[in-house]
């Protein structure tokens, strides 16, 4: 089989999990009483960015990511998820807990052809003067990712590197990854990835860093499509 109909196939397990979650949310219209699994992998979309490789105008994945990949971790799928999306509160957010809003951060930075904070990513700072200066463009951020769609897949396997939801989250990466390859489902010329200075953020056309260098094991997809099947809402 090809890489391009592995993608093809891929999507076909994504509706199909759309379907039985009864379809995307977003962010900003989520909390932690929205009736969440425990752990799981997401997989965050974007408006404007659409595949190439369907005459439909559907969106493509442009970051996939789990949680507690160490043994031992309590963090829970919404806990990650609503470190990405930042405070309902305030509207910011810590962009040193989430390497999401810090790509996210840097690449609105230069699309706007301003600085980021000075000390935006560097550190784990509890600094309030040094919050208080990076709270806009944390609300930046947080405006961004708060709008992707995204879709989420409970596994609720123990905390720990070899867990299924580490397989699914790596080998989804490998696969939809373009970088150094021919590209299939390339983002739009005007996606905002292309303004962050991480070049495997711009070679592989996801807000993703680690695995997109690496090869995906086809036999996946199998495992994919099988916990898709077996969810019980």
Request: hydrophobic share 30%; net charge positive; charged share 25%.
């Amino acid at each position: 089989m090809s890489r391009e109909s592995d993608i093809s196939r891929f999507y076909s397990i994504l509706s199909q999990l759309e379907n039985t979650l009864g379809g995307k949310r977003m962010l900003s219209r989520c909390s932690g009483r929205t009736g969440w699994p425990q752990r799981g992998v997401y997989f965050f979309f974007e408006d404007g960015e659409y595949r190439s490789d369907t005459s439909n105008q559907d969106l493509r994945v442009v970051r996939v990511g789990t949680h507690a990949l160490k043994a031992g971790s309590k963090t829970t799928l919404w806990n990650r998820l609503s470190q990405h999306r930042g405070s309902s509160r305030t509207g910011g957010g810590n962009h040193r807990a989430s390497i999401f809003r810090l790509i996210v951060g840097i690449a609105l930075a230069h699309k706007e052809q301003e600085s980021a904070p000075n000390n935006w990513g560097k550190g784990q700072t509890s600094n309030h003067d040094i919050r208080r200066a990076e709270l806009l463009h944390e609300k930046k951020v947080s405006a961004v990712i708060a709008e992707m769609p995204f879709l989420w897949l409970p596994i609720e396997d123990k905390p720990g590197p070899d867990s299924l939801r580490g397989l699914i989250e790596r080998n989804s990466i490998a696969l939809l990854s373009n970088h150094q390859r021919t590209p299939i489902n390339p983002p739009s010329k005007n996606w905002l990835g292309y303004s962050c200075d991480r070049e495997r953020v711009k070679t592989s056309g996801l807000w993703n860093q680690n695995h997109v260098t690496e090869q995906y094991e086809p036999q996946f997809l199998q495992v994919f499509e099988k916990l898709v099947g077996e969810i019980k809402l």
